[in-house]
């Protein structure tokens, strides 16, 4: 069950919030992203901490008129779970599991941004996501996800961006756990593995309701967490799908989707193709 707790990057164990159990790799991250309905607007923000790193960091971009702005930020989390700022980028939970708020303040690059994340949906809980390589954990983390409305303003290189919540639509996720961060792991598993991870994600918005898909596959192509949801607005409860499936069009040559089409069934509603 999501509470409004899990908005703040405080989860942990019984131990003091300084301390995050005893694995290097426990991260607790937000990631929000906004567009227009034409698609000539998007931006993303990511905010991480890393406590046994004592680090936190953050990213904020924009592409605008075809050109992609990036500000990047880093430094030390000095043990404050409850520090939500790093350089000139800030996350405020304004009200938890509804209204969120990024904030990128004045800095050497010419990108400035005061947005507002107002939720369309109620939080939907992704089943959690355990992999191990062989006997070692490579990832165990929870995470949900939130579609909703934006408001506010960005300014790129002087041109100011104007988002209002009749035009500007988004997403934004919530995770937290054990993911590889930073170097690996001096002492690898034995015989070694290849790295690999398939992951196909992906939060809709349509007029009267959202979906959610997601996919991760092993290297021989077997799901081994998949799932979706159909969710109505204002407070509606997410509808699982008993079925998924998904059919990728890759350019010749590569590993670059052309396009996809997402299937999702249960007893009471079938799409087939959702996009």
């Known amino acids: 069950m999501i509470t409004k707790g899990d908005d703040f990057p405080i989860h942990q164990t019984p ?17 929000f992203n906004g567009y227009t309905k034409e698609g000539d607007v998007y931006f993303t923000t990511a905010f ?3 406590p046994h790193l004592n680090i936190i960091d953050a990213s904020f971009c924009v592409v605008h008129k075809g050109v992609q702005h990036n500000l990047h930020a880093s430094g030390y989390l000095n043990m404050e779970r409850l520090n939500t700022q790093v350089g ?3 996350v405020d939970v304004v009200e938890p599991l509804e209204v969120l708020k990024i904030s990128v303040n004045d800095n050497e690059h010419g990108i ?16 959690r996501f355990t992999k191990r ?3 070692r954990a490579f990832m165990d983390y929870t995470r949900f996800t939130q579609n909703g409305t934006w408001d506010g303003w960005i300014d790129v290189q002087g041109e100011r961006i104007t988002l209002n919540r009749e035009d500007y639509l ?6 937290w756990g054990i993911r590889p961060i930073g170097e690996k792991d001096p002492q690898p598993m034995v015989p070694p593995m290849e790295p690999q991870f398939y992951w196909l994600w992906a939060p809709l918005n349509f007029g009267d309701r959202i979906t959610l898909y997601h996919d991760n ?7 081994w967490n998949q799932a979706a949801v159909m969710c109505g607005l204002h407070g509606a409860e997410p509808e699982r799908m008993e079925k998924c499936w998904s059919e990728i069009t890759y350019r010749s040559g590569s590993r670059h989707a052309e396009s996809a089409k997402l299937f999702l069934e249960n007893k009471k509603v079938k799409l087939r ?3």
């Open 217 to 223: 596959e092993d290297g021989a192509g077997y799901p």
């Open 133 to 135: 390589n062989g006997p």
């Open 15 to 31: 131990e003091p919030i300084a301390f995050s159990g005893t694995d290097r790799n426990f991260y607790d991250r937000y990631f």
């Open 170 to 175: 988004g997403m934004r996720d919530r995770s």
């Open 112 to 127: 400035r941004a005061e947005v507002t994340f107002n939720a369309r949906t109620v939080p939907i809980k992704e089943p």
């Open 48 to 50: 991480g901490v890393y």
């Open 273 to 275: 193709p959702l996009i």
């Open 88 to 90: 000139p980028i800030k």
